[in-house]
C-alpha cells in the first residue's frame, strides 16, 4: 500500500464546476497535510495547509481534513481553465519534516 | 516574500563533468531540502538540511554531494553523472516547528545528461 494515494485522472470538468480532488494516507501518526498544484514543466506551488480535523478555506480553494477516515480532500469552487493541472497531495508524519507525496492528480477543466 | 530561487534553470553535461546546483532563500527558514522530479512522477526526497547540517540523506548515490555552506544557501555538487539522473532538481525550504513546515518550492534546474 502506498504512503499517500490519489487517482492520477484526468479529472475533466466544465468551466464554473466545482473540483473535488481526493487523497487518502496510511499513517495515523501523519500531522501535516498540503496540496500543491504543477504545471507541466514548473515546480510545485503551495495552495493549502491543513492541520487539524475540518475544513480550511482560502478564496475557491477548500481544503477538508478527517483524521479518523484518514483523508484529505481539495475542492475547487467555480473551476478555471487556468486550475488544468497536476495536484500533488503531500503528508508529514511525526516529526520527521519529510514530505511524502501522492502521485498526484491531473485536472482538466474545460472551457 | 516567499521566494526560493535557484541557479542554472537548465544544465547540459557529460557524464565526466562536475557541476554544481546552487540554491537560495531569504525567508529565514533554517530547512532546506534537494528534490529530484522525473516526467509525470512526484518529487522524490534526496537530502534534508536543518541548522545547517545534513539530518536525512535518502540512500542517494555518492554522485550527489549536497552542502550546505550558510543558512541561506544550498548547494548540490554533481559528479560523474548518468543519463538516468537527467531530472528536474528543485530546491525547498522551510521554517522549523510543529505546524510550521510548508516546504515552499523553488523553480528548479531543469539537468541533462549525456
Known amino acids: 500500500q502506498k504512503e499517500v494515494e490519489q487517482n492520477s485522472g484526468p479529472l475533466s470538468v466544465p468551466e464554473g464546476a466545482i473540483a473535488s480532488l481526493n487523497c487518502t494516507y496510511s499513517d495515523r501518526g501523519s500531522q501535516s497535510f498540503f496540496w500543491y498544484r504543477q504545471y507541466s514543466g514548473k515546480s510545485p506551488e503551495l495552495i493549502m495547509s491543513?492541520?487539524?480535523?475540518g475544513d480550511k478555506e482560502d478564496g475557491r480553494f477548500t481544503a477538508q481534513l478527517n483524521k479518523a477516515s484518514q483523508y484529505v480532500s481539495l475542492l475547487i469552487r467555480d473551476s478555471q481553465p487556468s486550475d488544468s493541472a497536476t495536484y500533488l497531495c503531500?503528508?508529514?508524519?511525526?516529526?520527521?519534516?519529510?514530505?511524502?507525496f501522492g502521485s498526484g492528480t491531473r485536472l482538466l477543466v474545460r472551457p | 516574500d516567499t521566494e526560493v530561487t535557484q541557479t542554472p534553470k537548465h544544465l547540459v553535461m557529460g557524464m565526466t563533468n562536475k557541476k554544481s546546483l546552487k540554491c537560495e532563500q531569504h525567508m529565514g527558514h533554517r530547512a532546506m531540502y534537494w528534490y529530484k522530479q522525473k516526467a509525470k512522477k512526484p518529487p522524490e526526497l534526496m537530502f534534508v538540511?536543518?541548522?545547517?547540517?545534513?539530518?536525512i540523506n535518502e540512500s542517494v548515490p555518492s554522485r550527489f554531494s549536497p552542502e550546505c555552506p550558510n543558512s541561506s544557501l544550498l548547494n548540490l555538487h554533481l559528479h560523474a553523472l548518468q543519463p538516468e539522473d537527467s531530472a528536474l532538481y528543485l530546491c525547498?525550504?522551510?521554517?522549523?516547528?510543529?505546524?510550521?513546515?510548508?516546504?515552499?518550492f523553488g523553480p528548479g534546474t531543469r539537468l541533462l545528461v549525456l
Open positions: 525547498a525550504s522551510s521554517p522549523l516547528g510543529a505546524g510550521q513546515e510548508t516546504q515552499y
Open positions: 538540511y536543518s541548522y545547517e547540517k545534513l539530518s
Open positions: 503531500a503528508v508529514i508524519k511525526d516529526s520527521s519534516y519529510k514530505l511524502i
Open positions: 491543513i492541520y487539524s480535523n
